[in-house]
Each structure stands twice: as structure tokens, then as C-alpha cells.
Nanobody, 123 residues
Framework: QPQLVESGGGLVQTGGSLRLSCVAS????????IGWFRQAPGKEREGVSC????????NYADSVKDRFTISRDNAKRTAYLQMNNLKPEDTGVYYC????????????????WGQGTQVTVSS
């Protein structure tokens, strides 16, 4: 059974940086696109970034473009989300998930959700 575990969240000030990690087990991660999502208090979960199975294609929400960078290391079964210039509106629980369809064209069809890691950005 596939399992994803996120880590790296924390409390930072506006303008700070964090690097999230997503470690996979029970799954051949190299076959799947990986997505990062977040959910702020009182809001629906939203897609943040996605990377194709080989890492050649990426997709970002407009709100994080030029600030966040997604990457992956299939040998380590790990995906990363480098978050720079963080803003209070980036606060939320961040989740990773994999997609059965081999593309990052949209935010649907993801599964095997991790438990999430909390990111809090203070103003």
C-alpha cells in the first residue's frame, strides 16, 4: 500500500524560506507525477505545484510562481518543495500526493495523500 510522509514545515517570518520533503514507500514513485497541495484554515485544499514522473515538466499555481520550486529524486523516493519569500497567505497544511495519470495538466486525480505538514508564516 503506498504511503507518503511529508516533513519540513514550521513557523517562519514573512520573507523566510522552508523546504518540504515528501518520502514515498510502497510505491514505485518514478512512475507517477507528484503534486503538492495546501489547505488554509476555512478554505478548500488547492494545488500548489506538480512535477512529472521523470521531472522534466512542472506546473505551479499562479500564487507561488517564481517563489516555489518543486523537484524530485526518484532514487531516494522523495519529492521536495523549496519555498522562498514566504507570505502569510502561504500558511496552511501542505500535502503531497501522486497521480495515476502521467501529466501535470490539472489538479484532479491525485491520491495516496500524506498526513500533511503545517506551514505558518507570521507577518
Amino acid at each position: 500500500q503506498p504511503q507518503l510522509v511529508e516533513s519540513g514545515g514550521g513557523l517562519v517570518q514573512t520573507g523566510g524560506s522552508l523546504r518540504l520533503s515528501c518520502v514515498a514507500s510502497g510505491i514505485n514513485l518514478e512512475y507517477y507525477p507528484i503534486g503538492w497541495f495546501r489547505q488554509a484554515p476555512g478554505k478548500e485544499r488547492e494545488g500548489v505545484s506538480c512535477i512529472s514522473n521523470a521531472g522534466f515538466s512542472t506546473n505551479y499555481a499562479d500564487s507561488v510562481k517564481d517563489r516555489f520550486t518543486i523537484s524530485r529524486d526518484n532514487a531516494k523516493r522523495t519529492a521536495y518543495l523549496q519555498m522562498n519569500n514566504l507570505k502569510p497567505e502561504d500558511t496552511g497544511v501542505y500535502y503531497c500526493a501522486v497521480r495515476a495519470i502521467s501529466s501535470c495538466r490539472n489538479w484532479s486525480g491525485f491520491g495516496a495523500w500524506g498526513q500533511g505538514t503545517q506551514v505558518t508564516v507570521s507577518s
